[in-house]
């Protein structure tokens, strides 16, 4: 199983992004409990941005709420975050998340984002 994240890139102050995570593998919507999106910048720790579980319920981190929404679709193995107002502070890598019943919490690689202008 695998989780593969994209979309990452430079972008202005103001300016948005929507990062994509694909899990392949297999993988079973059946199993799907939910996905979940961190970042870490530079000499800070991981920190939540976002999760979604499987009934649609949403959470999202202090510093992102109201800029950054969180979507997944199970039956096509996608998550999606789209974040806007970006600002400088969201510079970090972002890592996607997939929680299975099976195989607990899943991990994909990291995609770099960075804000400046």
């Known amino acids: 199983v695998q989780l593969q994240a994209s979309g990452g890139g430079l972008v202005q102050p103001g300016g948005s992004l929507r990062l994509s995570c694909v899990a392949s593998g297999s993988i079973s919507p059946f199993y799907t409990l939910g996905w979940g999106w961190y970042r870490q910048a530079p000499g800070k720790e991981r920190e939540l941005v976002a999760n979604?579980?499987?009934?649609?319920?949403?959470h999202y981190g202090d510093s992102v709420k109201g800029r950054f929404i969180v979507s997944g679709d199970n039956a096509e193995n996608t998550a999606h975050l789209q974040m806007n107002s970006l600002k400088p502070e969201d510079t970090a890598v972002y890592y996607c998340?997939?929680?299975?019943?099976?195989?607990?919490?899943?991990w994909g690689q990291g995609t770099q984002v960075t804000v400046s202008s």
């Open positions: 979604i579980e499987v009934g649609g319920r949403t």
């Open positions: 998340t997939m929680r299975d019943v099976r195989y607990g919490d899943l």
